[in-house]
């Protein structure tokens, strides 16, 4: 089987996949992080709501952010080259590597009903 251009998908739909990719992939991104893992390069911390102090009083962001930073929530917690990463991500598993599977599984299919005759 030959890898040719009619594997690559059309400009519109890749762009779709890839805008989606690059901004719905951070977000859910952001629910892994805040309960599996944490970046240390990059880091993008948008902080949901101002917390409470452990006393219960109000207190500034940047103090909290400083002092306390265990006790945020984040709206979003990922980094710069997540967003990147997932629009390509998105658009080889959602638009290309299907068309390369049933091109590959059509050629066997094909051989198969060849070779059976």
């Not at 952001?30 to 101002?50: F, G, R, T, W």
């Not at 306390?68 to 997540?82: A, G």
């Amino acid at each position: 089987m030959i890898i040719n251009s009619n594997i690559l998908p059309r400009p519109i739909p890749a762009l779709k996949l890839a805008l989606t990719g690059a901004t719905v992939g951070p977000l859910v991104d952001s629910l892994h992080n805040q309960c599996l893992l944490e970046y240390q390069k990059a880091m993008i911390d948008i902080p949901a709501v101002a917390p409470l102090t452990p006393q219960g009083g109000a207190s500034s962001l940047p103090d909290i952010m400083i002092q306390q930073s265990d006790h945020l929530f984040y709206l979003i917690r990922t980094s710069w080259y997540v967003p990147p990463l997932l629009g390509v991500a998105y658009l080889v598993l959602g638009a290309i590597l299907p068309r390369i599977i049933s091109r590959l599984l059509a050629s066997t299919v094909g051989a198969q009903d060849d070779g059976g005759t």
